[in-house]
């Protein structure tokens, strides 16, 4: 398995809006998902897409979350992000696993869905 896909890890923007409250999102709420955002807020890396594993999914559906795929990225590239672009769809990153190759990490993700997961 090559890291064949291309995904960008989102930084959160975080916002206030008119009476003061405090929202963030992986993009510009105001926006529209494009390159010059990608540029902008998003870190391209090379990423192994990989299925779920069973266990991994029972787990983390008890308690209310929903993992679709995993990525596998080194780990020099990820910096403690909370969200993914892959294929104009924007994931939440669930959690963490360190594989036995420790220049990689594996990203566990759920697919967004809203206003700004599409």
Same mark, same amino acid.
């Given at each position: 398995?090559?890291?064949s896909e291309i995904i960008y890890?989102?930084?959160e923007d975080i916002e206030?809006?008119?009476?003061?409250?405090?929202?963030s999102s992986p993009y510009l709420s105001s926006k529209k998902i494009t390159e010059i955002n990608k540029n902008l807020y998003g870190n391209p890396c090379y990423a192994k897409?990989?299925?779920?594993k069973v266990k991994e999914f029972y787990n983390a559906v008890e308690v209310g979350k929903n993992p679709t795929c995993e990525f596998v990225v080194? %780990?020099?590239n990820y910096n403690g992000e909370n969200y993914l672009?892959?294929?104009?769809?924007?994931?939440? !990153?669930? %959690?963490?696993?360190d594989p036995k190759n420790k220049m990689d990490i594996v990203l566990v993700c759920e697919?967004? !869905?809203?206003?700004n997961g599409k």
């Open positions: 398995m090559e890291y890890l989102l930084k206030e809006d008119e009476i003061g409250n405090i929202t897409k990989q299925s779920v080194k %780990r020099l672009e892959w294929n104009n769809e924007i994931y939440s !990153i669930i %959690r963490t696993v697919r967004k !869905i809203g206003i």
